[in-house]
DNA sequence: ATTAGTTCTAGTCATGCTGACTATAACTAC
DNA sequence: GTAGTTATAGTCAGCATGACTAGAACTAAT
C-alpha cells in the first residue's frame, strides 16, 4: 500500500495517489488491487514487504511501516488468506520512476472503483492511519524530497487533510517543530517571491522493526 | 499479552500486572513466555487470539486490539514462526478470576526477568502502546469497572504513566471529556469524604476489526 | 521604469487549555 | 468537638492556536 503525490489532472495542486496492479488470474481477475506476495522462509516481513513492492511496481520507499494484519475468513473467496500489510511513502522523484504499464497504475487515492478482496477497506484504514499520523507526528515530509518549502509541506497537509489551512499560523507551526531547518537556499524560478528551502533532519518512527534504526 | 490492574503487595496502590505462562517444552522450557496458540482456519485472527487467551488464563477481556505482528527470522531457534499479537485490557474483578496455577502467574509489568523468545521486547511494544493510547484517547477505563472515582481514574494514570498527577488539575480534564458520565452515586465507607461514582460511555477503538461495531 | 498582482514572511490580539496553587466542603477517627 | 484527610471548586500566569493585518520581495504587464 504506497502513497506518493502526484499533481491533480485539473488544478495541478498536489494530491494523494495510488499505484494498483491488475488481477491477471481468479479470484477477482481484471479487478484493480493492491501490489502484494507470499513471504518467504528466508526473509522478515518487512523485507517481504519490500521484495513484493519492488517486483510488482519497481519502487522502494524510504519510509516503510506496517499497517494491520487483516485475517477475516472470507477475505477471498477461494482459500483462507492472512495478508500482514505494510505501508509506504515515496517521494515525488521516486514516484515518477516506478514502473506504469497495461497492468500496473497510478490511481487518485480519493477515486477507486471497485477493487478485489477486501482492499477498499485497507485502503480506507491506511487513509485513517495517514491523516491521524500527520496531524500528530513529523511524517508529512517523508512524502517531499530533500529540500522544500514551506508552502510545499502544507499543500501537502492540505491534500491529506482535504482542508485550506491559514499560511501564516502553519509557518509558525512548522518553523517552532525541532525537526525542520532553515538552509541558506530559496527556490527559484516562481512567479512571486522567492520561498525559503528547508531540510527534515528527524527518523522515521517507533516501530518494533524501526526502533533501533539510528 | 494481557495488562490488568492489581494493588501493589508494598504500597497497595494499583500498579500494572501481566500474566504469563510457562514453558513446558522446548525452546526455552521452563522460561515465562506470553500465553498464544495456533490460529485454525475457521477462525478470524481476534477470535483466535480471544480462544488462546480463554484456553490458557480463562480470562475474556472486554478490550481486545491488535498489537504488531512480529516476523522476524530468529524469534524462535526451531523454527520461522510469525505471531499476530494482540493486546487486552481486563477490570480487576475479570482478572480475579483468572486461573493461577504452577504454570500461569501474574507479574508486575516493570519487574519481569528474562522471558522465552523476543517477548521482552513485545511487552516493552505494549507497554510504550499503552502509554501512548492512554495519554491520548480514552482507554484507561477499560482497566476499571463500571463506576468508579476520579480519583481511581488517576491512579490509573499515575500507574501506567509512573509519575504523580495533580488531582484539581486531572479531575479539570477528565470532567471535560463527554465521555464520562456524572452518577448520583457516592463511594461509601472510605475513610475521608465520599467521592462521587462516574460511568464511562465510550466505545472501545477504531481498529479495522472493531469498527463497525456500534 | 513604474505599477499591479501574488506569494512569502513577520507580527498582533483574543481565546482556550494547562500546570501550579489556594481555598472550602465533607467525611472519619480520636 | 477537633484534627486529619480527601474531594472538589476556583484563581492566575504561561503557552499554543486561530483569525487577522501588514510589510517584503519577486514577476508580469503597461
Same mark, same amino acid.
Request: proline share 7%; no cysteine.
Given at each position: ?11 495541478g495542486?498536489?494530491?494523494?495517489? $495510488? ?29 517481504? %514487504? ?33 495478508? $500482514? ?10 514516484? %515518477? ?9 497510478? /490511481? ?7 477493487? =478485489? /478482496?477486501?482492499?477498499?477497506? $485497507? $485502503?480506507?484504514? =491506511?487513509?485513517?492511519?495517514?491523516? !491521524?499520523?500527520? =496531524? ?11 529540500? /522544500?518549502t514551506?508552502a ?6 492540505? %491534500? ?8 501564516? !499560523? ?5 518553523? =517552532? ?10 527556490l527559484q524560478g516562481g512567479k512571486h517571491r522567492p520561498p ?19
Amino acid at each position: 500500500m504506497i502513497f506518493a503525490l502526484r499533481p491533480s489532472e485539473r488544478s495541478g495542486r498536489p494530491t494523494l495517489w $495510488i499505484p494498483l496492479v491488475r488481477r491477471i488470474r481468479e479470484p477477482f481477475k481484471g479487478l484493480w488491487a493492491l501490489p502484494g506476495g507470499p513471504l518467504t522462509h528466508a526473509e522478515s516481513l518487512q523485507d517481504a %514487504a519490500s521484495r513484493n513492492l519492488q517486483e510488482t511496481t519497481g519502487l522502494a520507499p524510504r519510509y516503510l511501516e506496517q499497517l494491520y494484519a487483516f485475517g477475516g475468513l472470507h477475505r477471498s473467496p477461494t482459500q483462507r488468506v492472512v495478508s $500482514i500489510v505494510y505501508w509506504a511513502l515515496v517521494q515525488p522523484t521516486e514516484a %515518477a520512476l516506478a514502473d506504469e504499464s497495461e497492468n500496473v497504475r497510478w /490511481f487518485r487515492a480519493d477515486r477507486l472503483g471497485e477493487l =478485489a /478482496f477486501d482492499h477498499n477497506a $485497507i $485502503i480506507d484504514y =491506511a487513509l485513517w492511519r495517514l491523516r !491521524n499520523k500527520m =496531524a500528530y507526528g513529523s511524517i508529512a515530509y517523508h512524502l517531499l524530497g530533500e529540500y /522544500f518549502t514551506l508552502a510545499q509541506v502544507r499543500e501537502v497537509y492540505e %491534500a491529506v487533510l482535504d482542508r485550506e489551512l491559514d499560511p501564516a !499560523n502553519f509557518r509558525r507551526q512548522v518553523k =517552532a517543530t525541532p525537526e525542520i531547518e532553515e538552509t541558506d537556499q530559496y527556490l527559484q524560478g516562481g512567479k512571486h517571491r522567492p520561498p525559503r528551502l528547508y531540510r527534515f533532519t528527524g527518523r522515521p518512527g517507533l516501530d518494533p522493526d524501526n526502533r533501533s534504526t539510528p
